[in-house]
């Protein structure tokens, strides 16, 4: 990072001094009206600090970036999903589209990354050891780590995917699978004490973390994929949407009294944490799955994203036959498209701040990553790689102290 010095002086009435460039000089002067002193300030440095304040709001995004050789194809097949082999890598890049860097490249699919809450680890996912892994470094990619490595919860569990960060980055929500059926592990963020979450369930996965960290929502094939509840440390399983099967990637609105999910539809749905108030909001999106290639048959769960502070809700809806990203209040109202691209967008996510919006759409054969503002405009395109961008998240903003 550059520090650009600034001094600050203050002259003497009547006497003149040049501004620079490179040195900014703040004069005061006095306008005697009443006998009382009015300090004014250079235009110089009102400027110089707007582009400070500019420069301090750029933010960073961590993305993952896959590649394979042909078409890409997945499908399913019995207890899991044949895919094309991918070699992945994870990147950071500025939300303006510099400082383009690599920030770990393990192999095989490493993919899914996430920065800690302060920004100074990045979590991950690859079987690049021929295991599916959840992995962390430091942010500039050092000091790989994997958490959930050996056999702590017994041997037959080869797998580890599809974690979840909790908000306050001290527990890890993931799913473990033994190559036909799959369970919700919790443990704590550096993968020590993991423990299954209700699994006399049966399979069981698409598990997300309230702001608390006292209740996980998850779904999967055990009940239908219909959503289920369970308060920590052993409540009993509460069924949210008994009515309403095929309810997939849930996730908790910011004040943990809702939960905001997709169903086999395509639209949006939204449920209060207790069951009550199952409400649609959205009518005929037709997106469910973010598909790499018209082959790729399975495709990957692609669901909306709650705005940080609760109020709105990012998602993608088919429109004119295109994916594109909509913005909605979390009531269902103020439905608007704010991207009209001529090929499929998903992964919406929401910056920090709430001003932008990251998404990946296809240029030529590969998915690149974009940024929109919120209230919609022109996407600006920050990647423009040999490689398919395909989940991205954003770093957390610093917290004053």
């Not at 009435?13 to 250079?42: N, Q, W, Y």
């Not at 592990?185 to 699994?199: C, K, V, Y």
């Not at 423009?384 to 989940?391: I, Q």
Request: charged letters at 25%; one cysteine or more; proline letters at 6%.
């Amino acid at each position: 990072m550059t520090i650009n010095r600034v001094n600050l002086l203050t002259q003497a009435p009547g006497k003149e001094t040049r501004d620079s460039e490179e040195h900014m000089v703040t004069r005061r002067t006095f306008l005697v009206a009443g006998g009382i002193g009015l300090p004014v300030v250079l235009r110089h440095f009102r400027v110089a600090s707007g582009r400070a304040a500019e420069k301090q709001e750029q933010r960073e995004l961590v993305f993952s970036a896959k590649t394979w050789v042909g078409d890409y194809a997945s499908k399913d097949v019995p207890g899991g999903v044949e895919t094309t082999p991918v070699v992945g890598a994870i990147y950071s890049v500025k939300d303006d589209g510099t400082g383009l860097k690599k920030v770990v490249a393990l192999g095989k699919n490493t993919d899914n990354p996430t920065f800690s809450p302060d920004g100074h680890s990045v979590y991950f996912q690859s079987n690049a050891s021929g295991r599916s892994q959840i992995y962390r470094c430091r942010a500039e990619g050092s000091g790989v780590v994997n958490l959930t490595q050996g056999d702590k919860l017994g041997k037959k569990w080869r797998d580890a995917f599809g974690y979840f960060l909790s908000a306050d980055g001290t527990k890890l929500l993931y799913t473990v699978h033994d190559g036909s059926t799959g369970h919700v592990a919790l443990a704590n963020a550096d993968g020590s004490e993991p423990r299954l979450i209700a699994p006399e369930l049966g399979y069981i996965y698409m598990a997300a973390l309230s702001p608390t960290n006292d209740r996980i929502v998850f779904s999967g094939p055990a009940r239908g994929y219909r959503l289920l509840l369970v308060t920590l440390p052993g409540g009993k399983p509460l069924e949210l949407t008994p009515d309403h099967p095929e309810c997939f990637v849930p996730q908790f609105t910011p004040d943990g009294k809702t939960i905001v999910f997709i169903r086999r539809d395509g639209d949006v749905y939204r449920v209060d944490a207790n069951g009550r108030n199952f409400q649609r909001l959205t009518k005929g999106n037709r997106h469910v799955e973010f598909r790499l290639s018209a082959k790729d048959q399975h495709g990957s769960s692609d669901g909306p994203h709650v705005s940080p502070d609760g109020k709105r809700i990012a998602y993608v809806a088919v429109k004119d036959g295109i994916p594109n990203v909509c913005v909605m209040n979390v009531d269902g109202r103020e439905q608007r498209q704010i991207t009209f691209r001529k090929t499929a967008c998903g992964r919406v996510r929401w910056s920090p701040d709430g001003r932008q919006i990251a998404f990946v759409s296809f240029e030529g054969k590969y998915p690149q990553l974009f940024v929109v503002a919120a209230n919609g405009g022109v996407p600006r395109q920050l990647t423009r790689l040999n490689a398919g961008v395909y989940l991205v998240n954003w770093k957390p903003e610093r917290k004053a102290r």
